[in-house]
């Protein structure tokens, strides 16, 4: 039987069972003696191991079945559960990832995983327990690790995307091991100009040992990174290597195939070193103890909807899958459909036929049913997102040695998957963020008089075109003068600038690039590389974010953004022979302005609105619109538009209408046009330029 028909079925259910597995684990961390938990975990484990063998998957397969007997023996009461068995299965999960990955790319799903199997195999036999007895004795682990760089060089999912996102914006990334000499008295000093060197040219994303550990010299000769600059390889090699007492030197640019053949070598090393050395208790603790001290807790969903613990009865789901790839040529065939609609619309006003306008009309109702079906077929689930963060913050969590809850709520809200596809990366900034900056260390939180536990909030919602995101941690809050000086320090601000701002501006000056409030630079943060790609994302996204913090209570970062990219709600405004098209979601109102009533300040055009000033902005001018000339008019029209908290106001000629417009790419061969977001094809075959307002708000 020819299984290739039934691939995509194996990968996409494959995928489902394994972000399902990840929950459970993460329910029954914080829950070790629901035996329910286990029940669902064993019968999702079991179904995956049938499927990858009946694909013929065998290493698949086999790893399945070998967390499998581990979770038959918990959920038979023959074995307790313990962090080591947590880590060890949470490995197989990864590893499992990893090998439906490498299928979905067209490989066979092989990997070597015989450390994890070694070790689920010591769990079953219960040598785990002996091994962690003689832990004592032997070398501590993080000696051993020293003496392979490799080993504890692991990006995680936040340095992995930096890196690759330099790769694939033109910038160099490389990967240099350094040797310092055995007769060395100050190797900590020698480390210490190394990275000095570099970072006056570029960014280190990743160090092992980490930075704090080279500063103590807890290190022996050698330390290895990952490095972003636009130098090459020789003339880094040479810089280094003139640096006294330095041994050798190893500098090897990467590609994108590259840094994921490294990250995953890498990953290995890292993974059969944590095995091999990973010291365990003797005997596990009581069900009842915590599992880990820096253990986040699984995500919570809002209150009033506790997780159930067993799985529910099956039903009978009357969807079917469907190939994204069919919904966007659905969505190209009706985006032409609304362009003739608007035509014959505007042919029909002109014919005066009365059973000619009648039957537009119909067609216009039905096709502005077809829209909505269609644009909902593309609505996707933020938990599709949001699904992978509870693992996440667990993980962070556990190395920052801090106690957090993750609360999502608002999981079922829906957006275009052309947004969907675009916020994860910013939402794992932000989280990072959170976590890193703004919950306290479990001491911290204790002598401020906190619960030992913080907590933070990721929650959705819809509020008129536009879905909010939210994120918000229960932790210090951001210190503003602290923000101000190290802005100043770095030359991002001057002190006259930082003198006048609110608060809401200088929280602003976090997503300034390269901006990091970090005294020590660490693997998590401090390099100034984060915030500043989550403004852009969002900006080019249409959307916009904002900060609101309490020093001492805790920090909300609110994401704005459209509810889908494809057909906007547009009020279409003409200059001259122009036409233009403005969203509504960012038009806060309409109005007529006489030219007595423009100020000027500072060289600047105001105009009053609502007891305040906003500024004045001609698109006639900005575009260089030829046939109109907007001194000779006595009333101008205007636009108040809005980003945010702050508004402005633009100048048209004539306001058209609002329409729905199909949103078009100017495409590859057009250079980026500041002020244009796209454009659209009018019902009479013109075209004309959708106008981007963040980009008229400062």
Do not use: C
Not at 236 to 265: C, F, N, P, R, Y
Not at 429 to 454: Q, Y
Not at 468 to 495: M, P, Q
């Amino acid at each position: 039987m020819d299984m290739n028909q039934y691939l995509n079925m194996f990968i996409d259910e494959s995928n489902d069972h394994l972000q399902s597995l990840n929950e459970k684990m993460l329910q029954l961390e914080s829950n070790p003696t629901d035996l329910g938990i286990v029940q669902v975990i064993f019968r999702s484990a079991h179904t995956l191991k049938g499927m990858a063998a009946t694909m013929g998957f065998e290493d698949l397969a086999s790893l399945t079945h070998q967390m499998e007997n581990v979770l038959d023996l918990v959920r038979n009461n023959k074995l307790a559960m313990h962090e080591f068995i947590f880590d060890t299965l949470f490995k197989g999960l990864d590893a499992l990832e990893s090998m439906v990955q490498h299928i979905t790319e067209g490989g066979d799903g092989k990997a070597d995983v015989s450390s994890i199997v070694s070790s689920l195999q010591s769990i079953v036999s219960g040598d785990f327990q002996k091994s962690g007895a003689n832990a004592a004795t032997e070398e501590s682990p993080s000696k051993k690790v020293d003496k392979n760089d490799s080993a504890g060089l692991v990006l995680d999912q936040f340095q992995y995307s930096v890196l690759e996102q330099s790769i694939s914006e033109g910038h160099r990334v490389h990967y240099i091991q350094v040797t310092i000499s055995s007769e060395s008295q100050l190797k900590a000093a020698r480390a210490f100009m190394v990275f000095n060197t570099l970072e006056n040219s570029g960014e280190i994303v990743k160090a092992y040992p980490s930075v704090q550990d080279i500063e103590q010299e807890k290190f022996e000769q050698s330390f290895s990174l990952y490095y972003i600059t636009q130098k090459e390889v020789g003339e880094l090699e040479k810089e280094i290597a003139g640096i006294s007492e330095i041994e050798t030197v190893s500098v090897v640019q990467l590609d994108q195939e590259s840094l994921k053949q490294m990250s995953e070598v890498t990953a290995g090393l890292a993974e059969t070193a944590a095995v091999q050395e990973a010291p365990v208790a003797v005997q596990p603790p009581a069900p009842s103890q915590p599992q880990s001290p820096a253990a986040a807790s699984v995500a919570k969903p809002a209150a009033g909807k506790a997780p159930a613990a067993k799985a529910a009865a099956p039903t009978h789901n009357r969807t079917i899958r469907v190939d994204i790839e069919r919904l966007d040529v659905l969505m190209n065939l009706f985006s032409e459909l609304l362009i003739d609609r608007v035509r014959l619309e505007q042919l029909a006003s002109e014919a005066s036929n009365p059973a000619l306008t009648e039957t537009v009309e119909h067609m216009s109702r039905v096709s502005s049913d077809l829209q909505n079906v269609v644009l909902k077929l593309r609505m996707v689930p933020v938990d599709t997102v949001f699904n992978r963060f509870p693992r996440m913050v667990r993980d962070l969590a556990k190395s920052l040695d801090k106690k957090l809850d993750l609360v999502i709520t608002g999981a079922e809200t829906e957006m275009d998957r052309t947004v969907i596809d675009e916020i994860g990366d910013p939402l794992v900034h932000l989280l990072r963020n959170s976590v890193d900056h703004g919950i306290e260390s479990v001491a911290d939180r204790i002598a401020a008089g906190k619960p030992e536990t913080g907590t933070v909030n990721l929650r959705a919602f819809h509020s008129g075109n536009n879905v909010f995101i939210e994120i918000e941690d229960d932790g210090n809050g951001i210190n503003r003068d602290k923000v101000l000086n190290s802005a100043i320090s770095k030359g991002i601000l001057t002190a006259e600038q930082a003198a006048v701002m609110t608060d809401e501006e200088a929280y602003q000056v976090l997503f300034a690039p390269g901006f990091s409030t970090a005294a020590v630079i660490s693997d998590v943060s401090g390099r100034g590389v984060g915030l500043d790609v989550v403004k852009s994302k969002i900006t080019a996204l249409g959307g916009n974010v904002t900060v609101h913090s309490t020093l001492g209570q805790g920090t909300n970062f609110s994401v704005q953004l459209p509810l889908t990219l494809s057909i906007i709600a547009a009020m279409m405004i003409q200059i001259g022979s122009e036409k233009y098209a403005i969203p509504l979601s960012s038009i806060v109102e309409t109005a007529i302005v006489k030219r007595t009533q423009i100020r000027s300040v500072h060289g600047n055009k105001m105009i009053a609105f609502r007891d305040s000033h906003i500024p004045l902005i001609s698109l006639s001018q900005l575009f260089e619109v030829p046939d109109f000339n907007e001194d000779e008019e006595e009333e101008t029209e205007v636009v108040v538009i809005r980003k945010g908290d702050r508004l402005a106001a633009l100048s048209v000629q004539d306001f058209l209408g609002q329409s729905e417009i199909v949103l078009k790419n100017l495409g590859k061969y057009l250079p980026n046009i500041q002020g244009i977001s796209g454009a659209t094809i009018l019902g009479d075959g013109q075209v004309a330029l959708i106008i981007d307002p963040n980009v008229f708000i400062k």
